[in-house]
């Protein structure tokens, strides 16, 4: 068996809202999650891939070589198709850096000015994507992906989620992420899907199919 009774998994992030979507759909399962900073991890590797799957690999490979233990990563973005093909889709979190440094604090700022861009665009059609890696304790990678379409708000919904969350309409079920519980989002979201597809091989992989 590839992990410990405490089933233990380290996920590659400093950021407290993807954490703790990873512990609403891991706990009920029987996994403790622990962030990276729970081991006195405080950088963070250069994310130069160019799919989201070649950036999720990169920070799964750097923490595990230090911890030697089972790690997942998941790198996600949003892709808006009035903003241009895939984009800002890997760069999500950098073209929300980038706006922040010319504009103010908070995705608040990001999603007005957003919003703002696209007013006029009568296509509203965005995705969110999500690819998981899980290495392993023996170095096994294995990669688990999920897409959640859907559009872009008229203005600014709701203040739950993150990140872009409040700009956002999933097509299934016609929810509106910045006023979904966290039960609701995470039943339809992109990481919701890579994670069922994650929990499904874990059980698997430990012969337990209940």
Known sequence: MIF????????????KGKLKEFE???????YIVKSVADFG?????????KTYRENAYIKAKYYFESLKMPVISDDSGIEIDALGEHFPGVHSARFADKIQEEFGHGYEVVNAWILKKIKDNPNRKA???CAICLIEEDGKVSYFEGVCPGRITSGIT??????????FICDEGDIVFGLASE??????SHRGKALTKLVKYLKEKEGNLN
Do not use: W
């Open 158 to 167: 709701g203040t739950h989620g993150f990140g872009y969350d409040p700009i």
């Open 4 to 15: 410990s009774m405490e089933k233990v998994i380290v996920l590659a992030s400093h950021n």
């Open 24 to 30: 609403e759909i891991l706990k009920p399962f029987g």
């Open 183 to 188: 039960e609701e989002k995470n039943r339809v």
């Open 127 to 129: 995705a969110y994507h």
């Open 41 to 49: 991890h405080t950088e963070e590797p250069v994310e130069d891939g």
